[in-house]
């Protein structure tokens, strides 16, 4: 329920210790059996316990931290209750990419949260040192001087803001390199690749610092530049295609790569496979967009493709995945009552695969809908498979079905918006997933 009864109807400390029954009086025979009395008198209560699915198989009680997936209270968990909420930042997933090396990444997210380990940072925690620039040698070793305001720093912004083709701002922060709009005008890959410029400069200047703060000598334009070409083009050579030819933009030519020649994406070939005979297999997947617009939807299918039933519901859940293990939950027990003794139940969630395999990782508020799930499973051959996303469309169109049209849904011949989805794949026709 998530509150004290007594509080949520504000009963007397009388009434209260009147009320010393435990829930397991009113269960008899693994049902519900409630009083009238009680009933009448606290029908919101008697309607939310009779809507609680109770377990076919006994179960020790458990407490639960019902803000968290696996109910345990762990001090993650414990923070995110207590501390306030931020909003999202505008550019914090800008400083992760594939071609992004892990290590530049995590420099990056250092320094515009400003925990980088700079001198003045090191004062702060109580360490005395002299501080100076190992750039200019003139200002101080801070935050704002060390990537913003060293005149050796500006130099390097300057002619990254130039290689783009981008004026140069009087004013300018960490955060605008992301997100101001002074760079709106560029093309989606001078956009990617200005992205990979700013890590790797920042990655490479602090890498420059520490290397003349321990090893010594001065700041060499040149060698810095050369440092810095070669770490650019270590990310952007795993996106762009090597080329001569000149761009709009003079950065992509001065690392002799083309923006209008990606490398070409990796593709997987996709097919539904009918399954041997006599196996059924039910196709499941779930839809989400919001909690008050989400569904799940199967269809069942025979070892010659043909259509055997389907189905679709519309769910009020907290997340795609629950939606996800309900498809399978009501899929095996619509196996159950149609009396199919060889059922496959095939899925693109590779977590409720997961699920089958270890059932103590299921999220809390349906454990005991997934352990009723696995009892009804015992008296069935049962196989589980994973398919893409691309290869069940069928169940897809179902569950969008399901998440915008109200009540539960079962059809024993083939409806007319799936007749496209399911033609491909009783034809064999392949679809493809990139990567």
């Known amino acids: 329920m998530g509150e004290i009864l007594g509080e949520a109807f504000n009963l007397s400390p009388q009434e209260l210790a009147n009320l010393d029954n435990t829930i397991s009086e009113f269960i008899v025979h693994g049902k519900w059996v409630l009083p009238d009395i009680f009933v009448q008198v606290f029908p919101e209560v008697a309607e939310a316990l009779t809507s609680t699915t109770l377990p076919l198989e006994p179960t020790k009680d458990q407490v639960v931290w019902s803000g968290s997936s696996s109910g345990a209270l762990t001090s993650k968990e414990a923070y995110l209750a207590l501390a306030p909420s931020s909003p999202p930042l505008a550019w914090g997933s800008l400083l992760w990419h594939p071609a992004i090396q892990p290590r530049k990444s995590i420099c990056s997210w250092k320094i515009f949260h400003r925990r980088i380990l700079t001198d003045e940072r090191l004062q702060k925690l109580g360490i ?87 090893d010594g000598g001065m700041f060499n334009w040149h060698k810095f530049m050369h440092f810095l070409l070669l770490a650019l083009k270590e990310s952007a050579g795993l996106i762009f295609a090597s080329s001569n030819s000149q761009s709009g933009v003079p950065m992509f030519g001065f690392l002799h790569l083309s923006p209008l020649r990606p490398c070409a994406p990796k593709f997987t070939r996709v097919t539904w496979v009918p399954p041997p005979s006599p196996w059924i297999k039910i196709n499941i997947d779930g839809s989400f967009r919001n909690r008050d617009h989400a569904g799940f939807g199967a269809i069942a299918r025979n070892n010659d493709g043909a259509f055997v039933l389907a189905f679709a519901s519309r769910v009020r859940v907290p997340s795609a995945l629950d939606a996800e293990v309900l498809a399978c939950i009501e899929a095996i027990r619509v196996a159950k009552l149609q009396e199919w003794q060889y059922v496959w139940v095939e899925t693109d969630s590779t977590t409720v695969l997961r699920y089958f395999a270890s059932p103590k990782l299921v999220p809390w508020r349906l454990c005991v809908q997934w352990s009723n799930c696995l009892a009804l499973a015992k008296g069935l051959h049962l196989h589980v498979s994973h398919i893409f996303r691309e290869g069940n469309a069928p169940a897809d169109t179902l569950a969008n079905y399901g998440a915008s049209h109200d009540g539960r849904n079962m059809w024993l011949s083939l409806p007319s918006f799936l007749v496209a989805d399911f033609g491909r794949d009783f034809s064999s026709r392949p679809a493809y997933r990139f990567s």
């Open 128 to 214: 005395s040192l002299c501080s100076r620039c190992s750039f200019c040698g003139a200002g101080n070793d801070n935050w704002r001087h060390l990537f913003l305001g060293c005149e050796i720093v500006l130099d390097v912004w300057k002619w990254c803001f130039h290689m783009f083709n981008i004026v140069f701002p009087q004013l300018f922060s960490l955060h605008d390199l992301l997100t101001s709009e002074f760079m709106s005008h560029l093309s989606t890959s001078s956009k990617l690749l200005w992205r990979f410029n700013v890590c790797n400069v920042l990655w490479c200047l602090w890498s420059e610092r520490n290397r003349l703060r321990h």
